[in-house]
């Protein structure tokens, strides 16, 4: 499982959430997608950023997300061939890019991030989609629409969820705008969705 940071970086927030993946059976690897700028700041943060909303899949932080599933599949306590992704704000807009551009990826959970651009990149997911996200969350709602429009037209296998009264950044529990109830029923749709996708069959 490739976990991907918020815009705050690879903070204890994301180490938690990749520590609870472990505690459920799977291997979860959260690269840092700032140590290639030089760490968390202001620049590393834009360039990310403009990167995202500017060059879609062609970017550095896709290639690295990229090396990190192949990095996954190389590892002989893996099973290659049911990798997941899940990323959280930025992380969310990364999880869709990834899915995007590696075949590889068998499921991918992007907790209200933003569109691919451009849009029609949904073109080439390959993977069931998971999109979560609180129905008040100003930054994302307004592109939901297109997003699910373009999935759809796509014919590509897709749920989004919305949760009423709820913001962005719910699931990050080191912040005010954390809320326990949403994030927990949102944590058991994300192992639902991923037993279903992932996991072995007995």
């Not at 599949?73 to 807009?93: D, K, L, N, S």
């Not at 989609?129 to 999935?151: F, H, I, M, Q, T």
């Amino acid at each position: 499982m490739v976990v991907i940071q918020e815009l705050f970086g690879l903070n204890d927030n994301i180490r938690r959430i990749a520590n609870r993946l472990a505690g459920e059976g799977y291997i979860a690897l959260a690269p840092n997608l700032y140590s290639r700028p030089g760490g968390f700041g202001r620049f590393c943060v834009t360039s990310l950023m403009k990167a995202m909303l500017n060059n879609g899949v062609e970017q550095q932080p896709v290639r690295d997300l990229k090396a990190a599933v192949a990095y996954l599949q190389q590892q002989p306590f893996v099973h290659a061939e049911r990798i997941g992704v899940t990323g959280f704000c930025m992380g969310g807009g990364y999880a869709i890019l990834l899915a995007c551009a590696s075949d590889q990826v068998k499921g991918s959970v992007a907790f209200y991030g933003r569109n691919p651009s451009p849009i029609d990149a949904v073109a080439n997911i390959r993977c069931p989609l998971l999109y979560p996200y609180g129905a008040s969350d100003r930054l994302v709602r307004g592109g939901v629409p297109k997003l699910k429009e373009a999935l759809k037209r796509q014919g590509k296998q897709y749920e989004v969820k919305a949760y009423p009264n709820t913001g962005h950044s719910y699931m990050n529990d080191s912040r005010r705008s954390y809320r326990r109830d949403v994030a927990e029923g949102s944590w058991k749709h994300l192992l639902a969705f991923f037993g279903e996708h992932l996991k072995e069959t007995p």
